[in-house]
């Protein structure tokens, strides 16, 4: 199997530095700059181009772990990494100040790696905001993608293991991804 | 990481005064140099601090790629553990941009110069106009 490469997206503040940092087995290669937008979210550093980090999967499966910056204006970088990318894992956080809007947005920008391999949305900070509930993001996910497999989790970008499951419920989305476009290669 | 000049509260752009000191520095960075096509002042996460020349949405689009670019120098110097990256340059077929930090802060210098400029000479007015921003902003805090 090739080396997959998955995109870590989602808005300001989502967990996507932090979500790679705590899966990632070598040390990360971070691009933070001091924040100077504290409203939208209120911490000191924010990414400017780029997160990356490497994780092993199975036995010697090489994931690269790529996160985008979360504000739109970089969003030049979305296009490039988005090339490369076989999956997606959307991070949004719970109390942003619309996190279905946020969902929506995102999915717009970065649906089609469904289609590459596959996507799932995970749910940060909800410590910190108890709703929306998840079955609103399981419904906004059916109604702008009908039809597709997106799993949505809750999880602490903080914690390994929770973030591991989700990456692992992706990378299984993604070989059977491949999977099937193969065997329709095969009978065609 | 660069630090913040002091417990600063207003960030660079939205600071009136800051502006004003890169506007003024921006002005005398174009009267040494004809050659320069284009500059920016911008803060580390990219946003517009102020411009000469090129349009609004150019100059935002421009901020946004150089604070990009300067973290991502930063990111190979460090991982080849040679120091902080000092400037970048990309030389095109007609011209290039030189960057580089305002020492000590949390702020960048973009520049376009044509490609009639050597690059020698361009590096040190960079650097001047660099020097002469984090003078102006380093006396204001004091
Ligand atoms: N309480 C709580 N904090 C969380 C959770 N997940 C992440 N965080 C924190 O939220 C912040 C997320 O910040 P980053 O990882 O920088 O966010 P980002 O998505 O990379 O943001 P940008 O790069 O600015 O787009 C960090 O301080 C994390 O420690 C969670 O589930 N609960
Ligand atoms: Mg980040």
Redesign the pocket.
Known sequence: MAEHVILFA??????????I?SLSEIETIRT?AT?TDRET?D?D???VAL?YGEITVGDEDKVRLY?V???RRFNFMWTILKERAVGLVL?V?NDAADPIEELDAFLEEFGELHEKGGIVVCV?????AATPYLDKYAERIREVMPGRMIPVFT?????GDQMRTALMSLIANIEMTAMIADSQERAA | MTEQVGAQPVSAHKDPVVIAFANEVLDGFSDVCRSLRYATFLTDDGFEVASIAGDEKQNRRVASMASSMQALGDAVAKDLRIGGAEYIIIAAETGYVIQMRVPEHAMVLAAHFDAAETVGKALSVARLAASNMRTLVQEKAA
């Open positions: 989602g808005p300001m503040g989502a967990g996507k530095t932090t979500a940092e933070e924040n979210a911490k550093t924010t990414t997160d996160g910056p979360g504000q991070l956080n940060t900070r909800s410590d910190v999880a602490d970008a903080r914690n």
